[in-house]
């Protein structure tokens, strides 16, 4: 494998269920970031881990909850989830260099649907 | 705040030919960089190309190019002998200077977005 990947690819699940996404990074990248690709807006940040330390919650609720067990793996934690948190959830990586560039590389995303 | 506005909420381009997708920005920062991304149906989303902001010359990446004129915080995106395969959103994004423990991690803000076709 190579880049950042995700599973699973698509997901449906019902508002009482519990489930996981999972990302997997094969770059050799230290920070770790979860966002949110609704319909009709702009991709929204929800995480951020820094060297496996949450460095960022964007007000997220806490329906979904990060997990970094190391700097090549995230996790997102869902249960009770709403119709409004269908969307593409999209897991990126990057080196930090304490440079500019700190280019983030993307995952292809999970397709979440919520009934 | 950092602001990321994309006006063109669609572009259409004959195959060969080149196109330009704009792109400006918000910031009270003195550093920070650019960056444009292709996201197909697939879902995807692509790194393209990056522009810092105390870069002199504008930057290239193979068809790609990046027209960054910083006293008018635009950094429009061109794409020379469109393809087929070039059909996809295309995200403009910002990364601030936001530092965590000493180190900058890079949060970025992303535009609208614009959905390129490429007739044939």
């Known amino acids: 494998e190579t880049g950042v990947t995700q599973t699973p690819r698509h997901l449906v699940m019902g508002m009482t269920n519990k489930k996981s996404l999972k990302c997997e990074q094969h770059l050799g990248h230290n920070a770790m970031y979860w966002y949110k690709q609704s319909a009709k807006k702009p991709l929204e940040l929800m995480f951020v881990?820094?060297?496996?330390?949450?460095?960022e919650n964007n007000s997220v609720p806490s329906r979904f909850s990060p997990e970094c067990p190391n700097s090549s793996h995230l996790f997102l934690h869902l249960h009770t989830l709403q119709p409004e948190d269908s969307a593409l959830y999209l897991c990126?990586?990057?080196?930090?260099?304490?440079?500019?560039?700190?280019?983030?590389?993307f995952g292809p995303g999970t397709r979440l649907t919520v009934l | 705040a950092q602001k990321i506005t994309q006006t063109q909420p669609g572009m259409f381009v004959q195959e060969k030919e080149a196109v330009t997708l704009d792109c400006t920005y918000d910031?009270?920062?003195?550093?920070?960089?650019l960056f444009w991304y292709k996201q197909p149906s697939s879902g995807e989303m692509i790194f393209l190309i990056y522009q810092g902001s105390y870069d002199e010359q504008n930057a290239t990446e193979g068809r790609y190019s990046l027209n960054f004129q910083k006293a008018r915080k635009s950094a429009n995106l061109v794409i020379s002998a469109s393809q087929l395969g070039d059909s996809a959103m295309y995200f403009c994004a910002m990364k601030d200077g936001r530092w965590a423990g000493g180190t900058s991690y890079g949060k970025l803000t992303f535009g609208q977005g614009t959905i390129l076709t490429v007739h044939p």
């Open positions: 881990y820094n060297f496996k330390e949450q460095t």
């Open positions: 910031t009270s920062d003195q550093s920070y960089g």
């Open positions: 990126a990586s990057s080196e930090l260099s304490g440079g500019d560039t700190d280019t983030q590389y």
